[in-house]
């Protein structure tokens, strides 16, 4: 499903331009169990932009949201987000 | 009574609230799974809601609080966030805090 990880990328970097965007497909790693039944991927985004400077996570995360947009609602089950400002160290 | 008010009088009536995929005890989702377990670690009672057993709450939350994905965790008649904050927060210390009430609201 790269098209999917390329939807994300276009829409994630349009709306916030990161200076760091990785995308993981985690989608095998669900496939199949009762939550995931409506057939949208599982991603991970580590994503640092300018935009998050100052927000808290719940805020982060809505941008994030925002940014992807309507396909959160049937292509994106799952998407976990990892957001931070420029300045912020990055745990592994 | 119409769904999202149904939702709110929820959210309203429960210090701490959980909407998930399962049930604490048989979670359907890892998501749900890893917030329930971090929620029952900080060893305060919480209420909460099998989305998976209620359609019309399933189908209506993510517009209640524009929060677009499950699970979804209230605390204080506010939404917390889903998975990855609550975990954060858990991950910081900080979240027995805001879930007990001892300190100050989170932003």
New interface residues.
């Given amino acids: 499903m790269s098209e999917r990880i390329d939807m994300l990328r276009t829409r994630l970097t349009e709306a916030l331009e990161p200076t760091r965007l990785d995308i993981i497909d985690q989608s095998a790693a669900h496939a199949g169990h009762e939550g995931a039944k409506g057939g949208g991927g599982h991603y991970v985004v580590t994503i640092v932009s300018a935009a998050f400077a100052g927000l808290p996570l719940l805020k982060r995360h809505r941008l994030v949201y925002a940014a992807v947009g309507e396909a959160m609602k049937d292509e994106i089950h799952a998407l976990s987000i990892r957001a931070y400002a420029p300045d912020e160290s990055i745990p592994n | 009574m119409d769904v999202l008010e149904r939702i709110d009088k929820i959210v309203k009536e429960n210090r701490t609230v959980l909407f998930m995929?399962?049930t604490p005890q048989f979670p359907?989702?890892?998501?749900?799974s890893r917030v329930a377990a971090a929620l029952e670690s900080c060893e305060t009672e919480f209420a909460f809601v099998n989305v998976?057993q209620d359609p019309e709450i399933f189908e209506n939350l993510?517009r209640y609080a524009?929060?677009?994905?499950?699970p979804q965790l209230y605390v204080g008649g506010e939404?917390?966030?889903?998975?990855?904050?609550t975990l954060?927060?858990y991950e910081r210390g900080e979240l027995k805090g805001l879930v007990s009430g001892d300190a100050a609201q989170?932003?």
């Fill in positions: 995929k399962g359907m989702c890892g998501y749900s998976l993510p524009d929060w677009p994905t499950f939404l917390v966030g889903g998975c990855d904050i954060e927060l989170a932003s």
